[in-house]
């Protein structure tokens, strides 16, 4: 089942989106060239994103597409789903009757993002104004579902993607050790020594409970 608009606004984060009948509209922050990249059994490898400066076009800011070519959008509105909800973005008839589509991946129970994001795709030239809306979120609901919880790969991979759309060529993670040492503010040299302290703090103070 399909939710209409006033239930799909509180899921909505940051920017307000104009409602819809089962859906909210979204409107563009910014837009970037896609160029390619290797789909692998075991991972994606993306090809740095290009920066499309804004141009003009009868007084407005927005952006020229040229037919043929993939563009990744960035939304300026964001969503938080629960365990029941589902959600895709699809492109308005307005777009659609210019001869280009925007969709983007399924988005699974639990996802969360700042800015919304999806792909254009079209087979003529159009300008696209800054804020337009292009697209709507329409969010279904499922039966309750585990919500994704292999966060660390989902964190990862969300920073290599968007630095891709950047165009850095290589990120660099900080050790185990290093993070443990930032979290505890220099109290701890190591993973292990961290793990040590705590044990033996616990200790303490269940001997301290037994008196």
Known sequence: MFLNAHQIEPLI???PGKKAQV????????IKSIHGGALFKDKTELQPYATKTL???DGKEGWYLISGHAYSVTFDQG??????????IRHRSSLLRMGWTCASGVYDPGFEVDQMGAVLMGNCNIFIEKGARIAQIVVAENYNANLYRDWETFFVKSIIQDSAKKG???VLFPRLDTIIQIEGAGSYKSYAYRDWETDRKSTRLNSSHRL
Request: charged share 20%.
């Open 13 to 15: 984060q940051g920017t």
């Open 23 to 30: 859906g909210i509209d979204l409107t563009v922050c910014d």
């Open 55 to 57: 141009d003009t076009f």
């Open 79 to 88: 969503v938080k789903l629960g365990s029941i909800h589902t959600a895709f």
């Open 168 to 170: 850095y060529e290589k």
